[in-house]
Structure formats: structure tokens, C-alpha cells
T-cell receptor, first 114, second 112 residues
Framework: DTEVTQTPKHLVMGMTNKKSLKCEQH?????MYWYKQKAKKPPELMFV???????INESVPSRFSPECPNSSLLNLHLHALQPEDSALYLC?????????????FGDGTRLSIL | GENVEQHPSTLSVQEGDSAVIKCTYS??????FPWYKQELGKRPQLIID?????GEKKDQRIAVTLNKTAKHFSLHITETQPEDSAVYFC???????????FGKGITLSVRP
């Protein structure tokens, strides 16, 4: 069973819509991540939250806006997306925000931009 | 920054044979090396990992070996089964930052 849950599983939106992706973990982890993944490519890091503070933004366009309401929840707010933003968006968590710790992924949200 | 190379990009084996997937890394500070398996339409699943103070680790049919001097690590799958067919990603990380650097992935096909 997946210990990182993401909703929705699928999302279709127009370029003018505003939507949010949600992620929740109950493992007591203090770091959470957003990744973007294109088909048969590795996950591409977007944001890292460590102890509820944004620690890494990989120069992501401002049409993606992350939010970490508490240590268990992570949101990604979407606005004015482009067709090239269509991808699988993965959330992950780790015990602390260190690169030498296991990261556990959720099932992802498959996003399609019309 | 770290660079992780993964070769080959595809691998096809007969069921029951062994499969070996190799990765190289560039940053000698990297000390954590996980392997992820991703089946079609599913999430990357951590299947095994190794730290730099260990040379080999086994878990049933899978094992990982690490050569720090040569900066490469390998995933070994024995007695392959059709359900082993997936994309496998290697990665490298260090405690100095929050990032895992992933290889490009290899598509493993196990022929029945």
C-alpha cells in the first residue's frame, strides 16, 4: 500500500483554469517533495519542503505555486498552465530533507492541459 | 553537481536468466544509492538501496553492489520473472543537500 497519497489521480484542465494537487503522508516525515515526470524519463525535482519551509525551488515557473500547510500535507497550486506542463506529478516524502535518505513516492496525479 | 549515467537504456532477458544494470556517478561526496522500479502507469517504488560504507546488499532475488573507487554501482536481479519487467532508475544522493540525482532509466523486458 502507498503511504503517500495524492489526489486527484487524473486531472484535465484548460490553460485558463486554476486547480490544486494535494499530497498527504502519515509517516511522520519532515520533508516533502514535488516532482514532474514525463513518459519514460526520470522524475525531475521541482520543490522541496523541509520542516514546512521551502528549501529548494528548481527555477520552476511561477504558474506552479507550492504550499505546505503542515508537515503532513503538501499542495501544488496550478494556474495558466501550458500544454507542455502535461505530465505525471509525483509527491514524495523522506524522514528529513537530506539527499541520503529514502524518498517514498505517491502514485501521482496525471495532468493533461488542453 | 552530481551526474548519474545509466547504461544500457534497454535490456531484454529470458525468464529465469539474470539481469545486471549498471550506473556510474561523478560526485565522490555521494554516499547513498537507491534503486527505483517503475511499472507502467505506477509510481517509482524503492526496491533496494545501499550506503557508501557497504559494498553489497541483498534482498531475496535482488542485490546491489557498490565500487566507490570506480564510482559505479549495479543492480543484480536473479531468476528474472515477467513481473520484473519495468523501468529501473538508479540515483545518488548526499547529506549535503536535499537532492537525489536520477539516472535516465533502463527498460527491462523479461521474455516468458
Amino acid at each position: 500500500d502507498t503511504e503517500v497519497t495524492q489526489t486527484p489521480k487524473h486531472l484535465v484542465m484548460g490553460m485558463t483554469n486554476k486547480k490544486s494537487l494535494k499530497c498527504e503522508q502519515h509517516m511522520g516525515h519532515r520533508a516533502m517533495y514535488w516532482y514532474k515526470q514525463k513518459a519514460k524519463k526520470p522524475p525531475e525535482l521541482m520543490f522541496v519542503y523541509s520542516y514546512e519551509k521551502l528549501s529548494i525551488n528548481e527555477s520552476v515557473p511561477s504558474r506552479f505555486s507550492p504550499e505546505c500547510p503542515n508537515s503532513s500535507l503538501l499542495n501544488l497550486h496550478l494556474h495558466a498552465l501550458q500544454p507542455e506542463d502535461s505530465a505525471l506529478y509525483l509527491c514524495a516524502s523522506s524522514q528529513m530533507g537530506l539527499g541520503n535518505q529514502p524518498q517514498h513516492f505517491g502514485d501521482g496525479t496525471r495532468l493533461s492541459i488542453l | 553537481g552530481e551526474n548519474v549515467e545509466q547504461h544500457p537504456s534497454t535490456l531484454s532477458v529470458q525468464e529465469g536468466d539474470s539481469a545486471v544494470i549498471k550506473c556510474t556517478y561523478s560526485d565522490s561526496a555521494s554516499n547513498y544509492f537507491p534503486w527505483y522500479k517503475q511499472e507502467l502507469g505506477k509510481r517509482p517504488q524503492l526496491i533496494i538501496d545501499i550506503r557508501s560504507n557497504v559494498g553489497e546488499k541483498k534482498d531475496q532475488r535482488i542485490a546491489v553492489t557498490l565500487n566507490k573507487t570506480a564510482k559505479h554501482f549495479s543492480l543484480h536481479i536473479t531468476e528474472t520473472q515477467p513481473e520484473d519487467s519495468a523501468v529501473y532508475f538508479c540515483a545518488a544522493g548526499t547529506g549535503a543537500n536535499s537532492k537525489l540525482t536520477f539516472g535516465k532509466g533502463i527498460t527491462l523486458s523479461v521474455r516468458p
